[in-house]
């Protein structure tokens, strides 16, 4: 059906060298999208392109997205290639967590640069191409991954990702609201526990209280995430924006 079709889209996805951003980068690739991923490991992103390449086109970009600098770099190079962009799925992120008495500026400085700081700036920089590529009945789509930890508060000391990601979900309503006049749509996915570098510690160590939360009983994989990318890029979703779907086996929608 038509109504998931994005075949034929241009899609960049940040962060998109493991974890839940390789997850929608390959899913939006077995779908027929043009996929460009971005990371600060150019290394890592090149051999993920490679692997990704299997299933559509894909294409690594190294780029330091906590940097005004790496921002507009990557813009630059996006420009250089497309006349348009899609989609663009703001997934860079990191997380520290650490005890109340020894948190650091370090700590909050690195997660807010690239999980607020970052996304915001790409977004402004790639707002041209997003321009280009919106119309009333086909708007451009700007995915950003927040987490259920903006939402509920976690059982882990991580005050600056959790700061980072409700400010992901206040400032995509904020973007939504300008750019909505652009035929740019502005969502956000909320993705409870899924596998990746930042969660690696709780599946090495097998936690048992990892899943006691979670209405469904397990984590989530990656065809629960790719299905979900590919639903707000998709015509299916052309009359949401400004929302935040947690994708979370019910965490903070059932208890």
């Known amino acids: ?40 490991n150019g290394d890592a992103c090149e051999v993920a392109a490679a692997e990704l390449s299997e299933f559509g086109e894909v294409i690594g970009v190294g780029a330091d997205l906590s940097t005004v600098d790496g ?14 962009l899609d989609i663009l799925v703001n997934n860079s992120g990191a997380t520290w967590g650490e005890p109340l008495e020894t948190f650091s500026e370090q700590a909050w400085d690195k997660v807010m640069n ?12 790639l ?3 997003l321009k280009a590529s919106g119309r009333a009945d086909s708007p451009a789509r700007v995915i950003n991954i927040a987490s259920v930890d903006g939402i509920h508060v976690a059982a882990y000391e991580s005050y600056s990702y959790a700061a980072s990601k409700a400010a992901v979900i ?5 973007l939504a609201k300008r750019l909505v006049s652009d035929h740019v749509h502005v969502n956000a996915i909320a993705p409870g526990l899924f596998p990746s570098k930042m969660t690696a510690y709780l599946f090495e160590n097998e936690d048992p209280s990892m899943l006691a ?5 397990r984590a989530g994989n990656e065809d629960d995430m790719a299905g979900t990318a590919i639903f707000l890029a998709a015509p299916a979703s052309a009359y949401i924006t400004g929302q935040i779907l947690a994708v979370d086996g019910g965490l903070t929608g059932l208890l």
Request: proline share 1%.
């Open 170 to 174: 206040h400032l995509t309503k904020s």
């Open 1 to 40: 059906m038509d109504l998931f079709n994005v075949s034929g889209k241009v899609a960049l996805v940040t962060g998109g060298s493991r974890g839940i951003g390789y997850m929608i980068a390959k899913g939006y690739a077995q779908a027929g999208v043009k996929v460009y991923i971005a990371s600060r």
């Open 71 to 84: 921002v507009r770099g990557l813009a630059a190079y996006l420009e250089g290639q497309e006349e348009r």
């Open 127 to 129: 707002h041209g191409l």
């Open 114 to 125: 690239i999980n607020v700081k970052g996304l915001f700036f790409l977004t402004q920089a």
């Open 213 to 217: 939360g979670i209405p469904q009983g």
